[in-house]
């Protein structure tokens, strides 16, 4: 993914209000950001470290900037939630997730779970027989393979064993509990499902749970595994001009 022109990199100064954040420009204008991560975003709040924004081309937009990226230590690390799907897909086209080869078609955003309400990501299809109106113009086959692929934005790290490890979730996430639930359900279907955890960071070399947040998280997670649901990590090569997700995490329990 390219960012052109490229990001503008200023320095932190605080976030609020969830969506908000101040940023020094290095002129000294403070800017107000707007940002699509909700949430804990634990080690990332480092009050002046260096920030990344983008400008929005639309004069009529609230906030004119956006907050893409941080860095607290020595790697950026991705805050824009909004990327990590493109990323994924990116790293799809590239080959890095060749377990998900082979389909047909990707959707993206298709309704689906228990209520019908919960949105999946990425629905890759094939195969099947042209539907008579019955599902919906996101889902237009009958009898189609497919497979259900959620995307997580993770930036947090914990230490495991003297080890920088990449983890979700950074706070208790009832929303990611439901997604688990419904992944399940989808395999019991006769279905494929998958997670792929997406690292916008590159200092990280595995992936786990972070227990220590959410055990219930967890829990779910070693259940559905064992059912089933398949679980990648990507780890991401970031800077002002580009981002990428360049290195397969290895899952530890």
Not at 38 to 43: D, N, P, V, Y
Not at 46 to 56: Q, V
Not at 210 to 227: M, N, S, T
Request: positive net charge.
């Amino acid at each position: 993914m390219q960012f052109d022109p490229p990001l503008v990199e200023g320095r932190f100064l605080r976030r609020y209000k969830r969506f908000l954040v101040d940023v020094e420009l290095p002129s000294g204008e403070i800017v107000v950001a707007h940002s699509t991560n909700t949430g804990s975003l634990a080690g990332c709040l480092k009050e002046g470290a260096p920030t990344l924004i983008r400008k929005s081309p639309n004069p009529d937009r609230k906030l004119a900037w956006s907050w893409i990226m941080i860095r607290p230590g020595r790697s950026w690390v991705g805050v824009d939630t909004s990327l990590a799907v493109p990323l994924v897909e990116e790293a799809m086209d590239r080959g890095e997730l060749p377990e998900l080869d082979g389909y047909e078609r990707r959707t993206r955003e298709v309704k689906y779970g228990r209520t019908g309400e919960s949105r999946i990501d990425i629905l890759l299809s094939r195969g099947g027989e042209p539907s008579p109106g019955k599902l919906t113009p996101r889902t237009p086959y009958v009898g189609d393979e497919r497979m259900y692929v959620e995307v997580k934005n993770t930036t947090l790290t914990v230490e495991r064993d003297g080890r920088r490890v990449g983890a979700f979730p950074d706070a208790v996430t009832e929303r990611g509990l439901k997604h688990l639930h419904e992944l399940r359900d989808v395999v019991k279907q006769g279905h494929r499902a998958a997670v792929v955890f997406c690292a916008q960071r590159s200092d990280v070399t595995e992936f786990t749970t972070a227990d220590e947040i959410h055990a219930e998280y967890g829990k779910v997670f070693r259940k559905a595994r064992k059912e089933g649901v398949e679980f990648y990590a990507l780890a991401g090569t970031l800077g002002p001009k580009r981002a990428a997700l360049t290195k397969r995490l290895e899952i530890v329990e």
